[in-house]
Each structure stands twice: as C-alpha cells, then as structure tokens.
C-alpha cells in the first residue's frame, strides 16, 4: 500500500475520506493527465500492483469521481477499461453531500433551539450546557474557571452562519449543474 498522501484541497480531501487515502495517487494523474488511462497505466506510472490499483478505482467509481468504458481486445478477446475522472458526477455527489451535510445541521439547530442559554468559561472559551456545568459546580472542566452564563452559545450562531452559508452554496450549485 503506498505511503500516506496529504490532501492539497477540500476536494482531495473529501476523496481521502470517501475512497481512502490512496485513491489520492490516481486522482491526481488522471486530473493531470485530463485524458483516459487504462488500469495497467496506472499501476506502471504510479508504482502500484495491479490488484491495488484496480481496488483503488472501484472505490473512486462507486463515490462517481471516476467513469469508464469498456472496449474488447481483439486479439485476447478480454475487456481493457479506460478509466476518467467524471466532473460532473463529481459535482453532483458534492452537492448531494451538501444537503445531507444541511439536513443534518439544520436537525442539530432545531434540537439547540429548545435551550435556554449555556455557560461558558471566558478563559478557554469552552460551552457547557447547565446540566454539564451543575456536574461541575460551575466551574470548567478544562481550566478549573467559574463559568459564566449567556442566552444565545457560539455554537448556535456558528450553526446558523453555516446553515445559511451551505444554502446558499446549494442554491448556486443547484443552479449551475441543473439550471434550476
């Protein structure tokens, strides 16, 4: 298995995540290359077995960062796969990723809504709710500060910063890919 490879960006880093780690390697060629290669390619320009390769690239498809065709060799009578990178699946997965991501968040605010306020410690900044800090005599947990009361946490502002800042994303992406 090759080395750890660090992402250079958010979507490098979404790939690590979803395909593993590896599947960085052939990203990055097939991105470079921006043409068709086929898995014997692959494995010969980035040094990686066969099997390792092929594995690698059946990830990246089932997450649709990559597409192939399929063309029978005439002489062996086998199928050889030329295997791209598939942009506008890309965007698709992303944006469906998105709303699940927006979902999820607007679950967790409506879930925060309830809450009369939290208490936080001014010194480290970190929030407690008030069953948390009567656990610690109001006091934190990290810093051993008194903790101090406010209606409305940072979490929560956070939460709808982000919430707003995702639907607007949604709703340019939306309209670029789909023209809705």
């Known amino acids: 298995m090759p080395e750890n490879v660090v992402p250079n960006d958010p979507l490098e880093e979404f790939i690590s995540k979803m395909a593993t780690n590896p599947s960085l390697l052939i990203f990055r060629f097939l991105a470079k290359e921006n043409s068709e290669a086929t898995e014997d390619t692959l494995s010969e320009k980035l040094g990686m077995s066969k099997n390792l390769v092929r594995k690698l690239l059946y990830k990246l498809h089932d997450i649709n960062v990559v597409v192939y065709r399929r063309v029978r060799d005439e002489e062996t009578n086998y199928y050889i796969y030329y295997w791209k990178i598939n942009w506008e699946g890309l965007a698709a997965t992303l944006l469906e990723r998105k709303k699940e991501v927006l979902k999820k968040l607007k679950e967790k605010a409506a879930s925060e809504e309830g809450k009369v306020g939290i208490y936080y410690c001014k010194k480290c900044g970190r929030e407690y709710t008030f069953d948390?800090?009567?656990?610690?005599?109001?006091?934190?947990?990290?810093?051993?500060?008194?903790?101090?009361?406010?209606?409305?946490?940072?979490?929560?502002?956070?939460?709808?910063?982000?919430?707003?800042?995702?639907?607007?994303?949604?709703?340019?992406?939306?309209?670029?890919?789909?023209?809705s």
Not at 150 to 156: A, L, P
Not at 163 to 176: D, Q, Y
């Open 132 to 179: 948390e800090a009567l656990e610690n005599d109001f006091r934190c947990k990290i810093c051993n500060e008194p903790l101090e009361f406010t209606q409305k946490g940072k979490y929560e502002e956070f939460l709808q910063k982000y919430i707003k800042k995702l639907e607007e994303e949604i709703k340019i992406e939306s309209e670029r890919n789909y023209g």
